[in-house]
T-cell receptor, first 111, second 114 residues
Framework: RKEVEQDPGPFNVPEGATVAFNCTYS??????FFWYRQDCRKEPKLLMSVYSSGNEDGRFTAQLNRASQYISLLIRDSKLSDSATYLCVVGLNTGFQKLVFGTGTRLLVSP | DGGITQSPKYLFRKEGQNVTLSCEQNLNHDAMYWYRQDPGQGLRLIYY???????QKGDIAEGYSVSREKKESFPLTVTSAQKNPTAFYLC?????????????FGPGTRLTVT
């Protein structure tokens, strides 16, 4: 079983739509949680951290459910510029602060 | 502007040759990391360094070597022993001494070995 699992997609949505991505992680000792965004052939960039209380940054809302080991990302009012791959990332302390990456969910927003 | 630079952006080598990828940061970060990314796979950790003159193997260190002689620099050598060297290589850094896990990435080097 992969440590971090995501649906690879692609998710094809029209501009203005709301889209949600989910991710599950296997290690209950995971301590930190993130969503990174990766554009085609570019480096990953930190989109937002994820907290148990849920957090929002503009059109983006992230949620963590520790009991179910589940992380979500909701994007409202999708823009063409949101088209990218979204990486679910989990932080573990294995003697150092290690990040474990999911394979990513691809989003395509069309006009 | 603070950031992480990697050079070159694209690199082509013949099988059997060693090649060194550059990673430099001016963020004053203590910890640095090397990952590789292959199509359809998540990023995999090759080596990491938490302080100068110290580095540790990650999950897939075989066929790679690193050095950390300066805080700003963490070069990666892909040796001829690496069986599948063609990949996208990403360098990252993090500010140590904090509980924060966030890492920040350089633009990557795309290595093709034929």
């Amino acid at each position: 079983r992969k440590e971090v699992e995501q649906d690879p997609g692609p998710f094809n949505v029209p501009e203005g739509a709301t889209v949600a991505f989910n991710c599950t992680y296997s290690n209950s000792a995971s301590q930190s949680f993130f969503w990174y965004r990766q554009d085609c052939r570019k480096e990953p960039k930190l989109l937002m951290s994820v907290y148990s209380s849920g957090n929002e940054d503009g059109r983006f809302t992230a949620q963590l459910n520790r009991a179910s080991q589940y992380i979500s990302l909701l994007i409202r009012d999708s823009k063409l510029s949101d088209s990218a791959t979204y990486l679910c990332v989990v932080g573990l302390n294995t003697g150092f602060q290690k990040l474990v990456f999911g394979t990513g969910t691809r989003l395509l927003v069309s006009p | 502007d603070g950031g992480i630079t990697q050079s070159p952006k694209y690199l082509f080598r013949k099988e059997g040759q060693n090649v060194t990828l550059s990673c430099e940061q001016n963020l004053n970060h203590d910890a640095m990391y090397w990952y590789r990314q292959d199509p359809g796979q998540g990023l995999r950790l090759i080596y990491y360094s938490q302080i100068v003159n110290d580095f540790q193997k990650g999950d897939i260190a075989e066929g790679y070597s690193v050095s950390r002689e300066k805080k700003e620099s963490f070069p990666l050598t892909v040796t001829s022993a690496q069986k599948n060297p063609t990949a996208f290589y990403l360098c990252a850094s993090r500010l140590s001494g904090t509980a924060a896990y966030e890492q920040y990435f350089g633009p990557g080097t795309r290595l093709t070995v034929t």
